[in-house]
């Protein structure tokens, strides 16, 4: 989100899409898309076997995003906000490295549920039932204050909302 945001603050892209808010002066955010986070595991991980308690989510290897990511942002603060302390795995770059590390076994995360579709439709990742609220957010999109959006633009704006 932070290169996506960077890049619109200096009009090398005419608008982005991003997963946390915006904060910039300059950046005009509107709300895009509602986005659903799913606390996952490997297919035959132990914490399948019922609901999830707090003290095991707390105890198990988490591997997130990495800071300055909005699904990070998200989670430290609807997710982990939840928890007394947790165990932080490792922190990786990209959402197909994170699905890659648990479908393996390494540990636990938490994505967007389009992100993780495919896997879970196709077991190779498994939704956690955990004792926490729903956790969701807004997608962004964000374009510059001073950049003219054409109509070839809105256009594909308003695909964009599909």
């Not at 942002?73 to 795995?89: K, N, Q, R, T």
């Not at 699905?99 to 956690?128: D, F, M, P, W, Y």
Request: one cysteine or more.
């Amino acid at each position: 989100s932070l290169d996506v945001i960077n890049a619109v603050a200096d009009l090398r892209v005419d608008f982005g899409l991003i997963e946390g808010p915006c904060h910039a002066a300059d950046i005009i955010a509107e709300p895009w898309l509602e986005d659903e986070l799913v606390v996952f595991a490997a297919p035959d991980s132990p914490l399948l076997a019922g609901e999830v308690t707090l003290q095991q989510l707390a105890e198990a290897p988490w591997i997130l995003r990495e800071h300055g990511s909005g699904t990070r942002e998200i989670v430290d603060y609807v997710l982990l906000s939840h928890l007394p302390a947790f165990h932080m795995g490792m922190e990786l770059g990209n959402s197909e490295a994170i699905k890659h590390a648990v479908r393996h076994g390494l540990g636990i995360s938490c994505l967007s549920r389009r992100v993780i579709a495919e896997q879970l439709a196709s077991g190779t990742l498994a939704e956690l039932k955990v004792p926490l609220p729903r956790l969701t957010r807004t997608l962004w999109r964000i374009h510059h204050r001073q950049k003219h959006i054409s109509k070839a633009l809105q256009r594909f704006l308003q695909y964009c909302q599909v």
